[in-house]
């Protein structure tokens, strides 16, 4: 793609008339431990796969310039994505559910505007922050879903990591080829995007296996150990 190409600014995705979009605070407590907080933890889960799919063609769309195998990476992630989406959605209908029917909010893309400037700040914020936490959460909810003894969902949360490691390995890979070319340090210049656009704090416990199979460097590793 050439560097002058047209881009249409897009300020909000395609979505259905539901769910429903709130607050944070708002969408509803997702314990597994219970069938109605299982149900809406995995429409959650459904929830932010459907915008990852969004994101992950907007980063296709937004940024010209970029090398054609970027454009191949985040077309890939998008497909991946819709699988994932059609997994949990799947599993929701098993449940007597489906998506939609209950309240989201709509965090995810709400970084997606915020990061609209830079393929730069992008990759280092959605990919490397949202994520990546979505790594660090995994194991955690792993747990609750076997006690629950739902093995179909650890199934396919299985199944999403594994593609997501390598989603997070994309945006790491385009996120250092981006400081390289700009003769950025890329340690440094991702702890200062942190502080400049606010991003959602890094919390422990940390997956650091799958981070680090995600292209994070073991200087970075050992600074999240000390937060």
Known sequence: MCA???RASIDQPGHPEKPILVSPQQVPR???DTL???VALIHALAHIEF???NLALDAAHRFAGMPPAYYA???RVADEEATHFDLLNAHLAVLGHAYGDFPAHNGLWDMALKTAHDPLVRMALVPRVL???GLDATPLIVDKLKAANDMRMVEILGMIERDEIGHVAIGSHWYGWLCEARGLEPDVTFRQLLVDYD???LKP???LAARRAAGFSEPELDWLGTL
């Open 4 to 6: 002058d190409a047209e």
């Open 30 to 32: 997702r314990r597994a």
């Open 36 to 38: 109605p907080g299982r």
């Open 51 to 53: 915008n990852a799919i």
């Open 73 to 75: 990476d985040w077309l």
């Open 131 to 133: 994520e990546a936490r």
């Open 199 to 201: 991003a959602p704090p």
């Open 205 to 207: 416990p940390f997956n």
